[in-house]
């Protein structure tokens, strides 16, 4: 069964930088690309973009442009987000999610990271 | 403020059939079709609709989708407790390239 799995629970203080993980199982990584949506608390969902896994393409949202940074390992069959420059209203839970491509849904979602961005 | 409009929360009875509204412009619903969402409180969303009117596998048949325009919506029939959860529409907007997300419907039970 498809799986997501994503790294634990991180707190940072303004300024610093964070790094999510996202480890994939149970179909063929590279077939799909990888979303990475937010919800700040009691907040609605915000798409921060997406990366393919077959090469690396890339589609970020205009809001987080400049300060994210998206990549995959294909041999673990891993994506990360990078996220720099932390604010306060950075805070939120970190969703990855599976897509075919950029625009197509976004189907088997990860558990959550929680980032917590405090001084 | 989202780019898609859902009203903030919705009501039913046990048994009962509520719709929620989805509400967004010509970029984005009138040009692509809309997914649906479900999340329970603590966790990650789940597909609930897509391509409009898809159900993945697993889904009951409760739940279905339709669009007209600019605005889409998600009917769920015979109400059970464990609906009592948030729902979320979403849609590829052309203006913005990317997806865009309504607020979010909180649906009581009573």
């Known amino acids: 069964q498809v799986q997501l799995v994503q790294s634990g629970a991180e707190v940072k203080k303004p300024g610093a930088s964070v790094k999510v993980s996202c480890k994939a199982s149970g179909y063929t990584f590279t077939n799909y690309g990888i979303n990475w949506v937010r919800q700040a608390p009691g907040q609605g969902l915000e798409w921060m973009g997406w990366?393919?896994?077959?090469?690396?393409?890339?589609n970020y949202a205009q809001k987080v442009q400049g300060r994210v940074t998206m990549t995959t390992e294909t041999s673990t069959s891993t994506a990360y987000m990078e996220l720099r420059s932390l604010r306060s209203d950075d805070t939120a839970v970190y969703y990855c999610?599976?897509?075919?491509?950029?625009?197509?849904?976004?189907?088997?979602w990860g558990q959550g990271t929680l980032v917590t961005v405090s001084s | 403020q989202s780019v898609l409009t859902q009203p903030p929360s919705a009501s039913g009875t046990p048994g009962q059939r509520v719709t929620i509204s989805c509400s967004g412009s010509s970029s984005n619903i009138a040009s692509n079709t809309v997914n649906w969402y479900q999340q329970l409180p603590g966790t990650a969303p789940k597909l609930l609709i897509y391509s409009n009117n898809q159900r993945p596998s697993g889904v009951p048949d409760r739940f279905s989708g339709s669009k007209s325009g600019t605005s889409a919506s998600l009917a769920i029939s015979g109400l059970q407790s464990e609906d009592e959860v948030h729902y979320y529409c979403a849609t590829w907007d052309d203006s913005l390239n990317g997806w865009v997300f309504g607020g979010g419907t909180k649906l009581t039970v009573l």
């Open positions: 990366i393919s896994a077959y090469n690396g393409n890339t």
């Open positions: 999610a599976r897509g075919y491509s950029s625009s197509t849904r976004a189907d088997y």
